[in-house]
């Protein structure tokens, strides 16, 4: 007869808690009993991350020997956030921490913060550490990399040693791996992927320390994210991935001698490359040799001059970039989404999407607006039966809109864009044929302005007086072949909505004012 599960539930629970996670975790396979006290184990979730308090407390208006004072009492927050830990087992369902090391007078803390997580049945761990130069890196605990329960690891600002971690990687039920900004190794990475066969989301963010790397012996890995770290730029870099089911591919990358090959991804759907160096031949060869490619983001591909090519399976297409592309000539019957971003438009435009039910527009014009180049938009936006937004980032110093240049065919007004924003105006632009050119070009539901520049502010202005105190019977356009905007705009309503900006602590935010239009 089995003595121990006779002892008082107590008992129990204590002795779980001289027993590694993995073997406490196991007895719940041995009887009933063991499975009701393993049930009885508490349940926490630990998140220093957002803590608003502390942020207000560390905040620049504090006067600096006040703010010594928190940074001290800090890890004594964490101290006694964790203080069940110490005596007892736990099941941790999130453990999530961000802090700077100047807020650590001793950071051996860390370790024993680490300790105290991982000893339990830790199933997802967030460990960030915001560093104050680029030499002051932390090592990691070997110890972290022994939780066998772990399912989810993020990690930031750490150092993975060799070969003081290799023998400890063995995280068998790891699912998802994300490291930012971490420094590691090739070889570390190849014991990773030993270590972590389970693994179907793996993300490196700014990984420094890497110089030739290799991805492979994870058969269930179904989507990376590779952001390269800037001192990727040296040459004779390259990176080898090998994953036959990967799904989604997000790639960063810096280097123009990079060996960087995905046409063997047959089951790839999801493709995102920012890399200067792709040319148009790589784009073209991509679409016609991944054959379930649903999903293509492109940006600040510099070297792009075009996008041609067909396709049939796909579903979603962007393009976005400060340097414009001279044509786009694109066969996809069943693309559902597409966007553009650029300076200018393409010289050259021809898309068969019947199936469209998506599409974006965001132009940086930083050239002279003339009244060709309202013209020009409006013919672009002839394309489309439905615009869902066009949006306007104008950097130009000077414009011109002249109703006697237009061509006497393009009188009908637009009324394809729902959402037209701008994002930036300069005080020097003559807002007045500003105005004129855009509602001329379309007349969208929604005329938005964000209110972040000084610039902005008075255009706002000038906008509320134009739309609304309008004249009921404009009498401005008698002796015209066109009738301006006045003369369909029936109803102006205002709305202001205001968005937080940056970290969810911060109190700034961004103002944006809608009018709506109706027309």
């Known amino acids: 007869m089995d003595q121990i599960s006779q002892l008082p539930d107590p008992i129990l629970q204590h002795i779980l808690f001289f027993l590694p996670a993995k073997d406490g975790a196991q007895t719940s396979l041995l009887s009933k009993t063991w499975l009701k006290v393993w049930n009885l184990l508490p349940v926490f979730t630990f998140d220093f991350h957002h803590n608003l308090s502390l942020w207000k407390l560390l905040s620049m208006g504090k006067e600096e020997p006040e703010q010594a004072d928190v940074r001290d009492a800090f890890p004594s927050i964490i101290d006694g956030s964790l203080i069940d830990l110490r005596t007892q087992k736990a099941i941790i369902e999130r453990f999530r921490l961000s802090l700077k090391l100047s807020y650590l007078k001793n950071a051996s803390c860390i370790d024993e913060w680490i300790r105290l997580a991982t000893n339990n049945c830790i199933k997802e761990l967030d460990f960030h550490i915001e560093r104050q130069d680029e ?59 030993s270590g972590c066969p389970a693994i179907e989301d793996l993300s490196l963010i700014r990984c420094q320390g890497v110089k030739d790397l290799l991805i492979s012996d994870l058969p269930k890995l179904v989507k990376l994210t590779l952001h390269q770290a800037n001192e990727i730029t040296q040459i004779h870099k390259s990176i080898h991935i090998r994953a036959m089911f990967l799904h989604t591919l997000y790639y ?120 060709s180049w309202f013209e020009n938009l409006r013919e672009y936006l002839t394309r489309f039966e439905q615009l869902n937004s066009l949006v306007l980032c104008i950097t130009s110093m000077t414009n011109t809109f002249v109703v006697e240049e237009l061509n006497a065919t393009s009188s009908c007004p637009l009324s394809v864009v729902k959402r037209l924003k701008i994002l930036k105006v300069v005080r020097s632009l003559n807002f007045e044929t500003l105005l004129d050119g855009l509602l001329w070009t379309c007349h969208p539901e929604t005329l938005a302005v964000d209110r972040i520049w000084e610039d902005d502010e008075v255009f706002v202005q000038f906008l509320k007086e134009k739309l609304m105190e309008r004249e009921i019977v404009p009498a401005c356009c008698d002796s015209r072949r066109f009738k301006c905007w006045r003369h369909y705009l029936k109803e102006v309503n205002v709305e202001i909505c205001n968005k937080q900006f940056g970290d969810p602590s911060s109190s700034r935010q961004v103002s944006t004012i809608c009018f709506k239009l109706r027309w």
Not at 151 to 178: A, Q, S, Y
Not at 181 to 187: A, K, N, Y
Not at 255 to 282: A, G, R
Not at 312 to 330: C, D, H, M, N
């Open 135 to 193: 030499e002051d890196w932390y090592s990691l605990p070997g110890t972290t990399l022994t939780a066998k329960s772990l399912m989810v690891l993020r990690l930031g600002g750490f150092k993975l040693e060799w070969p003081l971690i290799v023998d400890h990687i063995n995280l068998t039920k790891l699912r998802e791996l994300f490291l930012t900004d971490v420094f590691l190794e090739e070889r570390i990475i190849f014991e990773i992927c």
């Open 252 to 371: 960063r990358g810096c280097n123009s001698e990079l060996k960087f090959e995905v046409t063997e991804f047959k089951h790839l759907k999801e493709l995102s490359i920012t890399f200067e160096q792709i040319t148009d031949p790589v784009v073209e060869k991509l679409v016609s040799e991944l054959p379930l490619l649903e999903k293509l983001e492109l940006s600040f591909c510099l070297k792009l001059t075009r996008l041609k090519f067909s396709s049939r399976v796909l579903r979603q297409l962007a393009f976005r970039s400060y340097k414009s592309l001279t044509e786009i000539g694109i066969d996809t019957p069943n693309l559902l989404r597409y966007e553009y971003g650029a300076p200018k438009l393409p010289v050259i435009f021809s898309m068969t999407a019947s199936s469209l039910q998506e599409s974006h527009l965001k132009l940086m014009p930083n050239d002279h607006l003339s009244t």
